[in-house]
């Protein structure tokens, strides 16, 4: 490792690991930006001068496979980084179908893992597809990436909530999490009773979808209906809209559960990858949208209370330093598509309108890959008042998943108009 090397993390190298013939390891943020968007020479000069605060995204990989580091890229060329996709303009009918192609292509690993594909659309937008690998940014260091080097200047963030840890809190924690251990892995560690719809052997080709809702208007309706959070509000309107594809494509609804990551970075921190996960059985069974949404509410309420994301954290952490070998096995157990059917990540993007270069995003969607045994994934970011979702599937085991995003979106303003009634 030379003298300026970062080693790879944990989390950083188990997600460099994840890639393989079938599994891309980036993420990707599709940036629709309006009429007046600038061109690929000024979106390279803008973004070089500003990549002095974001020097994580001039670090290739290096060092050996078993022990990776980021180092000093020394022949970095951001003309290689920020490209002009070489088409007529597309319709914005067609941008998914765009989407999926370059998402479904590989990063040079010889450079710095990202790279924004500026594609014109036949109406004057422009969408900037910007693939970022995981094992650089998860989606909150991708954000804090977006805010140093895309967006113009914008109002500072309010500062994330700090809890001292003192030492009678730590010996209160200490007592809770002894408390609560076996719930946790009662409920963590728990079986769908059958076979994942999403379950199945991936190939390599994607198709993507998208949908937008009123964040306010979910956020207003969840709390008016049950008391619930955006994030509860969010899982409720996917389990409407996943119950409503498995039994148009499946029948039989069974039973699915959800894996729903969760940011634990702090304030000023400025790792690429630093979040956790608790797990939840999405009640498909029930048909009614406000009960769907109660259930959620009381499931993650105890994995909030009981702070299961943090527990596994702990858990894996202290694994790992006790036996790599019980961590990988506890890893693997996870991952299996018995424990969880689909990830449905939320993400906090910009609190107000944005633009680049003058130009204003109208809107901003983010793109996660699947699994090996994971044929769907769910993102969602927020863009002041719009939460924008994100499909990715591989359409040989999941059919039409634009049905899900437009299923999304009717599940949004159902509750909204439930709670108005």
Known sequence: MTATAIPLGQADRAILALEGPTVAGHTCKVVLVGAGCPGVEDLRASIGARLEAAPALTRRLGGPADAPDWEPDPDFDVAAHVVEVETAPVPRAALRAEVARLFEQRLDRSRP?????SVRLDDGATALVWRLHHALADGTASMRFARAMLWDAVPAAEPLPHQPHTAAGAEADEQRRQAHLA????????????????????????QIAFASVSLGALHDAGKALAGATLNDSL?????????????HHHGDLGGVRVRVPVSLHHEGDDAGNRDSFFSVALPLNEPDPVARLRAVQEATSVRKADHDAEEMDRLLRRLGEVSPRLSRLCARIEDSP???AVSVSNVPGPRTPVGVLGAPVESLHSVAEIGRRHALRVTAVSMADTLCLGFCADPGIVEDVQAMADGVERGAAELGRLAGA
């Open 113 to 117: 893992l990202w790279r924004i594909d």
């Open 183 to 206: 719930a946790f892995l009662r409920r963590e560690f728990a079986r769908s009773a059958g076979r994942s719809p999403f379950d199945g052997r991936i190939g390599t080709r994607r």
């Open 235 to 247: 899982l409720a309107v996917v389990a409407g809209a996943l119950r409503a594809w498995v039994q």
């Open 338 to 340: 018995r424990h969880f």
